[in-house]
Protein backbone atom coordinates (compact mmCIF):
# COMPACT_ATOMS: atom_id res chain seq x y z
CA UNK A 1 0.00 0.00 0.00
CA UNK A 2 1.39 3.46 -0.60
CA UNK A 3 -0.40 5.36 1.66
CA UNK A 4 -1.77 4.72 5.22
CA UNK A 5 -4.99 3.77 5.47
CA UNK A 6 -7.28 3.95 8.72
CA UNK A 7 -10.14 1.95 9.56
CA UNK A 8 -12.80 2.36 11.99
CA UNK A 9 -13.94 -0.99 12.88
CA UNK A 10 -17.03 -1.19 15.28
CA UNK A 11 -15.54 -3.66 17.67
CA UNK A 12 -19.07 -4.73 19.76
CA UNK A 13 -21.32 -5.39 16.58
CA UNK A 14 -22.53 -8.77 15.41
CA UNK A 15 -23.66 -11.89 16.17
CA UNK A 16 -20.05 -13.03 17.66
CA UNK A 17 -18.41 -9.55 18.95
CA UNK A 18 -15.71 -8.93 20.09
CA UNK A 19 -14.11 -11.96 18.89
CA UNK A 20 -15.42 -12.44 15.38
CA UNK A 21 -14.06 -8.37 15.20
CA UNK A 22 -10.68 -9.42 16.27
CA UNK A 23 -9.98 -12.37 14.29
CA UNK A 24 -11.08 -11.00 11.24
CA UNK A 25 -8.84 -7.83 11.91
CA UNK A 26 -5.47 -10.31 12.24
CA UNK A 27 -6.77 -11.76 9.13
CA UNK A 28 -6.57 -8.65 7.16
CA UNK A 29 -3.50 -7.44 8.29
CA UNK A 30 -1.82 -10.19 6.42
CA UNK A 31 -3.36 -8.83 3.23
CA UNK A 32 -3.19 -4.89 4.30
CA UNK A 33 0.22 -4.37 6.52
CA UNK A 34 0.14 -0.80 6.57
CA UNK A 35 -3.36 -0.49 7.47
CA UNK A 36 -4.35 1.37 10.76
CA UNK A 37 -6.93 0.02 12.72
CA UNK A 38 -9.03 1.70 15.61
CA UNK A 39 -11.42 -0.35 17.56
CA UNK A 40 -14.23 1.09 19.15
CA UNK A 41 -15.88 -0.78 22.16
CA UNK A 42 -14.81 -2.14 25.72
CA UNK A 43 -10.90 -2.19 26.41
CA UNK A 44 -11.36 -4.44 29.18
CA UNK A 45 -12.77 -7.02 26.53
CA UNK A 46 -10.93 -6.13 23.37
CA UNK A 47 -7.45 -5.97 24.78
CA UNK A 48 -6.91 -9.57 25.93
CA UNK A 49 -8.09 -11.07 22.44
CA UNK A 50 -5.93 -8.81 20.39
CA UNK A 51 -2.59 -10.01 22.69
CA UNK A 52 -3.75 -13.33 21.47
CA UNK A 53 -4.00 -12.32 18.02
CA UNK A 54 -0.40 -13.02 15.35
CA UNK A 55 -0.55 -10.02 13.85
CA UNK A 56 -2.61 -7.48 14.68
CA UNK A 57 -1.12 -6.91 18.32
CA UNK A 58 1.84 -5.62 16.73
CA UNK A 59 0.35 -3.94 14.10
CA UNK A 60 -0.77 -0.03 13.63
CA UNK A 61 -3.86 0.03 16.13
CA UNK A 62 -5.33 1.70 18.91
CA UNK A 63 -8.78 0.92 21.09
CA UNK A 64 -11.06 3.56 21.39
CA UNK A 65 -12.81 2.67 24.68
CA UNK A 66 -16.66 2.77 25.09
CA UNK A 67 -18.86 0.36 27.34
CA UNK A 68 -22.24 1.15 25.01
CA UNK A 69 -23.30 -1.16 22.21
CA UNK A 70 -26.40 -1.35 19.72
CA UNK A 71 -28.23 -4.26 19.79
CA UNK A 72 -29.50 -6.26 17.14
CA UNK A 73 -32.93 -5.15 18.00
CA UNK A 74 -32.77 -1.64 18.85
CA UNK A 75 -35.00 0.84 16.17
CA UNK A 76 -32.67 2.99 14.42
CA UNK A 77 -35.00 6.01 15.38
CA UNK A 78 -34.27 5.39 19.59
CA UNK A 79 -30.23 4.69 18.38
CA UNK A 80 -29.94 7.38 16.31
CA UNK A 81 -30.95 9.71 20.14
CA UNK A 82 -29.88 7.61 22.35
CA UNK A 83 -26.48 5.85 20.81
CA UNK A 84 -23.90 8.77 20.65
CA UNK A 85 -21.61 7.17 23.06
CA UNK A 86 -21.74 3.59 21.30
CA UNK A 87 -19.07 1.59 19.67
CA UNK A 88 -20.70 1.72 16.19
CA UNK A 89 -21.70 5.81 16.57
CA UNK A 90 -18.45 6.62 17.63
CA UNK A 91 -16.84 4.72 14.99
CA UNK A 92 -18.76 6.53 12.12
CA UNK A 93 -18.05 9.53 13.96
CA UNK A 94 -14.39 8.81 13.44
CA UNK A 95 -14.75 8.74 9.66
CA UNK A 96 -17.18 11.70 9.76
CA UNK A 97 -14.17 13.53 11.48
CA UNK A 98 -11.75 12.71 8.71
CA UNK A 99 -9.84 10.37 11.54
CA UNK A 100 -10.85 7.43 9.95
CA UNK A 101 -10.95 6.49 6.09
CA UNK A 102 -13.89 4.06 6.38
CA UNK A 103 -16.11 2.49 9.03
CA UNK A 104 -16.84 -1.45 9.47
CA UNK A 105 -19.29 -2.77 11.23
CA UNK A 106 -21.11 -6.38 11.62
CA UNK A 107 -24.50 -4.89 13.49
CA UNK A 108 -27.77 -3.87 13.39
CA UNK A 109 -28.29 -2.60 9.78
CA UNK A 110 -31.17 -0.21 10.23
CA UNK A 111 -29.16 1.65 12.48
CA UNK A 112 -25.90 1.40 10.88
CA UNK A 113 -27.52 3.16 8.12
CA UNK A 114 -29.43 5.81 9.65
CA UNK A 115 -26.27 6.80 11.90
CA UNK A 116 -24.25 6.72 8.83
CA UNK A 117 -26.31 8.90 6.69
CA UNK A 118 -26.58 11.09 10.26
CA UNK A 119 -23.15 11.72 10.44
CA UNK A 120 -21.60 11.30 7.07
CA UNK A 121 -24.45 13.37 5.15
CA UNK A 122 -25.05 12.53 1.02
CA UNK A 123 -22.19 12.79 -1.33
CA UNK A 124 -22.34 15.88 -3.00
CA UNK A 125 -25.10 14.77 -6.35
CA UNK A 126 -26.27 11.93 -4.73
CA UNK A 127 -29.96 12.08 -3.37
CA UNK A 128 -30.21 8.53 -1.20
CA UNK A 129 -28.20 6.02 -0.60
CA UNK A 130 -27.59 2.42 -1.66
CA UNK A 131 -26.52 -0.70 -0.56
CA UNK A 132 -24.70 -2.57 -2.87
CA UNK A 133 -23.00 -6.12 -2.49
CA UNK A 134 -21.46 -8.52 -4.88
CA UNK A 135 -22.18 -12.40 -5.40
CA UNK A 136 -21.30 -15.22 -7.84
CA UNK A 137 -22.51 -15.64 -11.22
CA UNK A 138 -22.02 -18.28 -14.28
CA UNK A 139 -19.54 -16.03 -15.74
CA UNK A 140 -17.51 -14.42 -12.61
CA UNK A 141 -18.54 -12.11 -10.14
CA UNK A 142 -21.53 -9.30 -10.46
CA UNK A 143 -22.71 -6.51 -8.23
CA UNK A 144 -26.43 -5.07 -7.54
CA UNK A 145 -27.79 -2.27 -5.89
CA UNK A 146 -30.31 -1.14 -4.33
CA UNK A 147 -30.47 -4.47 -2.20
CA UNK A 148 -33.19 -2.93 0.54
CA UNK A 149 -32.27 1.20 1.48
CA UNK A 150 -35.09 2.52 -0.73
CA UNK A 151 -38.47 0.90 -1.52
CA UNK A 152 -39.31 3.13 -4.11
CA UNK A 153 -37.01 5.06 -6.74
CA UNK A 154 -37.51 7.86 -9.66
CA UNK A 155 -35.38 7.37 -12.43
CA UNK A 156 -32.55 9.87 -11.17
CA UNK A 157 -31.97 7.78 -8.25
CA UNK A 158 -32.05 4.73 -10.54
CA UNK A 159 -29.28 6.82 -12.45
CA UNK A 160 -27.19 7.46 -9.45
CA UNK A 161 -27.51 4.07 -8.58
CA UNK A 162 -25.82 2.97 -11.78
CA UNK A 163 -22.94 5.61 -11.43
CA UNK A 164 -21.91 4.44 -8.27
CA UNK A 165 -22.49 0.55 -9.36
CA UNK A 166 -20.22 0.99 -12.33
CA UNK A 167 -17.16 2.83 -10.09
CA UNK A 168 -18.08 0.02 -7.76
CA UNK A 169 -17.57 -2.47 -9.52
CA UNK A 170 -14.45 -1.13 -11.24
CA UNK A 171 -12.99 -0.82 -8.11
CA UNK A 172 -13.88 -3.99 -6.06
CA UNK A 173 -14.21 -6.63 -8.97
CA UNK A 174 -11.45 -4.67 -11.21
CA UNK A 175 -13.13 -4.83 -14.31
CA UNK A 176 -11.84 -1.79 -16.90
CA UNK A 177 -15.11 -1.33 -18.28
CA UNK A 178 -18.50 -2.60 -16.58
CA UNK A 179 -21.42 -3.51 -18.14
CA UNK A 180 -24.92 -2.20 -16.71
CA UNK A 181 -28.35 -3.02 -16.80
CA UNK A 182 -31.55 -2.00 -15.15
CA UNK A 183 -33.55 -5.15 -13.88
CA UNK A 184 -37.22 -5.38 -15.42
CA UNK A 185 -39.64 -7.62 -16.13
CA UNK A 186 -38.41 -7.89 -19.57
CA UNK A 187 -35.61 -6.57 -22.06
CA UNK A 188 -37.84 -4.95 -24.46
CA UNK A 189 -38.07 -0.94 -24.03
CA UNK A 190 -41.25 -0.99 -23.38
CA UNK A 191 -41.67 -2.83 -20.74
CA UNK A 192 -41.85 -1.32 -17.72
CA UNK A 193 -43.02 1.52 -15.53
CA UNK A 194 -42.45 5.06 -16.47
CA UNK A 195 -38.98 5.80 -14.50
CA UNK A 196 -37.56 2.47 -15.73
CA UNK A 197 -37.86 3.69 -19.08
CA UNK A 198 -36.84 7.43 -18.04
CA UNK A 199 -33.94 6.02 -16.19
CA UNK A 200 -32.40 4.02 -19.42
CA UNK A 201 -32.81 6.81 -21.65
CA UNK A 202 -31.08 9.11 -19.22
CA UNK A 203 -28.64 5.73 -19.56
CA UNK A 204 -28.30 5.44 -23.10
CA UNK A 205 -27.30 8.95 -23.33
CA UNK A 206 -24.20 8.33 -21.32
CA UNK A 207 -22.89 5.59 -23.16
CA UNK A 208 -19.80 7.16 -24.17
CA UNK A 209 -18.55 7.28 -20.41
CA UNK A 210 -20.41 3.77 -19.41
CA UNK A 211 -21.33 0.29 -21.56
CA UNK A 212 -25.50 0.43 -20.22
CA UNK A 213 -26.89 -2.61 -21.81
CA UNK A 214 -30.56 -1.75 -21.34
CA UNK A 215 -32.64 -3.99 -19.34
CA UNK A 216 -32.26 -7.23 -18.10
CA UNK A 217 -34.78 -10.13 -16.34
CA UNK A 218 -34.45 -11.78 -13.16
CA UNK A 219 -32.56 -15.00 -14.60
CA UNK A 220 -30.25 -12.29 -15.95
CA UNK A 221 -28.77 -11.70 -12.83
CA UNK A 222 -27.29 -15.30 -12.00
CA UNK A 223 -26.31 -15.82 -15.58
CA UNK A 224 -23.88 -12.76 -14.99
CA UNK A 225 -25.29 -11.31 -18.52
CA UNK A 226 -23.98 -7.82 -16.98
CA UNK A 227 -21.50 -6.99 -14.31
CA UNK A 228 -23.84 -4.24 -12.75
CA UNK A 229 -27.39 -4.90 -11.93
CA UNK A 230 -29.43 -1.83 -10.92
CA UNK A 231 -32.74 -1.82 -9.20
CA UNK A 232 -34.72 -0.22 -6.63
CA UNK A 233 -34.67 -1.80 -2.64
CA UNK A 234 -37.77 -3.36 -2.64
CA UNK A 235 -36.88 -5.37 -5.92
CA UNK A 236 -33.31 -5.87 -5.23
CA UNK A 237 -33.70 -7.01 -1.32
CA UNK A 238 -35.88 -9.75 -2.71
CA UNK A 239 -34.03 -11.12 -5.43
CA UNK A 240 -30.82 -11.38 -2.90
CA UNK A 241 -32.92 -12.92 -0.32
CA UNK A 242 -34.14 -15.24 -3.02
CA UNK A 243 -30.80 -15.88 -4.21
CA UNK A 244 -29.64 -16.83 -0.94
CA UNK A 245 -32.39 -19.21 -0.10
CA UNK A 246 -31.93 -20.93 -3.07
CA UNK A 247 -28.86 -21.43 -2.65
CA UNK A 248 -29.07 -23.44 0.40
CA UNK A 249 -31.91 -25.17 -0.66
CA UNK A 250 -29.89 -26.50 -3.18
CA UNK A 251 -27.16 -27.02 -0.68
CA UNK A 252 -29.56 -29.25 1.34
CA UNK A 253 -30.62 -30.98 -1.46
CA UNK A 254 -27.06 -32.11 -2.46
CA UNK A 255 -26.11 -33.15 1.20
CA UNK A 256 -29.48 -35.14 1.61
CA UNK A 257 -28.49 -36.64 -2.33
CA UNK A 258 -25.45 -37.64 -1.33
CA UNK A 259 -26.84 -39.40 2.17
CA UNK A 260 -29.56 -41.56 0.77
CA UNK A 261 -27.64 -44.36 -0.77
CA UNK A 262 -24.23 -46.67 -0.15
CA UNK A 263 -23.74 -45.97 -3.90
CA UNK A 264 -24.12 -42.28 -3.45
CA UNK A 265 -21.73 -42.35 -0.59
CA UNK A 266 -19.53 -43.58 -2.60
CA UNK A 267 -20.26 -41.27 -5.23
CA UNK A 268 -19.21 -38.25 -2.60
CA UNK A 269 -15.45 -39.79 -2.21
CA UNK A 270 -15.22 -39.33 -5.61
CA UNK A 271 -16.69 -36.01 -6.20
CA UNK A 272 -15.18 -34.78 -2.73
CA UNK A 273 -12.45 -32.63 -4.30
CA UNK A 274 -15.14 -30.97 -7.10
CA UNK A 275 -17.56 -30.55 -4.07
CA UNK A 276 -15.04 -28.72 -2.18
CA UNK A 277 -14.20 -26.47 -5.41
CA UNK A 278 -18.27 -25.35 -5.42
CA UNK A 279 -18.58 -25.32 -1.61
CA UNK A 280 -15.65 -22.55 -2.02
CA UNK A 281 -17.30 -20.88 -5.11
CA UNK A 282 -20.29 -19.75 -3.14
CA UNK A 283 -19.03 -19.46 0.09
CA UNK A 284 -20.96 -15.87 1.34
CA UNK A 285 -17.78 -15.56 3.06
CA UNK A 286 -16.51 -14.52 0.19
CA UNK A 287 -18.78 -11.97 -0.82
CA UNK A 288 -19.25 -10.42 2.47
CA UNK A 289 -19.00 -6.62 2.82
CA UNK A 290 -22.15 -4.48 1.94
CA UNK A 291 -21.72 -0.44 0.95
CA UNK A 292 -23.70 2.14 1.49
CA UNK A 293 -22.93 4.25 -1.70
CA UNK A 294 -23.91 7.92 -1.82
CA UNK A 295 -22.60 8.88 1.78
CA UNK A 296 -19.75 11.23 1.98
CA UNK A 297 -17.91 8.75 3.70
CA UNK A 298 -17.22 4.75 3.06
CA UNK A 299 -19.45 2.74 5.29
CA UNK A 300 -19.21 -1.62 4.80
CA UNK A 301 -21.75 -3.50 6.08
CA UNK A 302 -20.40 -6.97 7.33
CA UNK A 303 -23.50 -10.02 7.69
CA UNK A 304 -23.96 -10.11 11.79
CA UNK A 305 -23.44 -13.97 11.36
CA UNK A 306 -20.56 -14.15 9.59
CA UNK A 307 -17.39 -15.35 11.06
CA UNK A 308 -13.20 -13.70 10.94
CA UNK A 309 -12.67 -14.68 7.20
CA UNK A 310 -16.10 -13.37 6.34
CA UNK A 311 -15.81 -9.93 8.49
CA UNK A 312 -11.91 -9.96 6.92
CA UNK A 313 -13.61 -9.72 3.47
CA UNK A 314 -15.54 -6.76 5.13
CA UNK A 315 -12.65 -4.69 5.88
CA UNK A 316 -11.02 -5.46 2.19
CA UNK A 317 -13.86 -4.07 0.93
CA UNK A 318 -13.67 -0.70 2.56
CA UNK A 319 -9.33 -0.49 2.52
CA UNK A 320 -9.69 -0.97 -1.33
CA UNK A 321 -12.53 1.62 -1.76
CA UNK A 322 -10.54 4.24 0.18
CA UNK A 323 -7.28 3.08 -1.62
CA UNK A 324 -8.62 3.49 -5.04
CA UNK A 325 -10.13 6.93 -4.33
CA UNK A 326 -13.84 5.82 -4.46
CA UNK A 327 -15.79 8.94 -3.11
CA UNK A 328 -13.86 11.33 -5.62
CA UNK A 329 -13.98 8.82 -8.53
CA UNK A 330 -18.17 9.19 -8.28
CA UNK A 331 -17.88 12.73 -7.87
CA UNK A 332 -16.50 13.23 -11.09
CA UNK A 333 -19.00 11.06 -12.83
CA UNK A 334 -21.53 12.70 -11.39
CA UNK A 335 -20.02 16.02 -12.23
CA UNK A 336 -20.22 14.65 -15.90
CA UNK A 337 -23.79 13.90 -15.65
CA UNK A 338 -24.79 17.31 -14.31
CA UNK A 339 -22.88 18.85 -17.43
CA UNK A 340 -24.92 16.93 -19.49
CA UNK A 341 -28.03 17.54 -17.81
CA UNK A 342 -27.69 21.59 -17.69
CA UNK A 343 -26.70 21.02 -21.69
CA UNK A 344 -29.97 19.76 -22.58
CA UNK A 345 -31.76 22.25 -20.95
CA UNK A 346 -30.15 25.11 -22.40
CA UNK A 347 -30.73 23.65 -25.72
CA UNK A 348 -34.69 22.95 -24.26
CA UNK A 349 -34.77 26.71 -23.65
CA UNK A 350 -33.30 27.54 -27.17
CA UNK A 351 -35.50 25.46 -28.87
CA UNK A 352 -39.06 26.75 -26.89
Known sequence: MTSQITLALDAMGGDRAP?????????????FPGMRLVLVGDEARLRPLIENTKRLKSANHEILHTDEQVGATDKPSVVLRSGRKSSMRLAIDLVAEGTADGVVSAGNTGALMAMSKFALRMCPGIDRPA??????????????????????????????????????????????????????????????????????????????????????????????????????GFSG????????????????????????????RLGYLLCRPAIGQLRERLDPRRYNGAVFLGLNGIA?????????????????????????????????????????????????????
Request: with cysteine.
Open 19 to 31: GLVIDGADIAIER
Open 131 to 232: IASFFPTMRGESCMLDLGANIECDANNLVQFAIMGEMFARLVLGLARPSIGLLNVGSEEQKGHDELREAAAILRRLEASMDFRGFVEGNDITAGTVDVIVTD
Open 237 to 264: NIALKAAEGTSRMFSHFLRESFKSTLFT
Open 300 to 352: VKSHGGTDALGFANAIGVAADMSRYGFLDKVKEELAVLHTLGDGENDHQAAVS
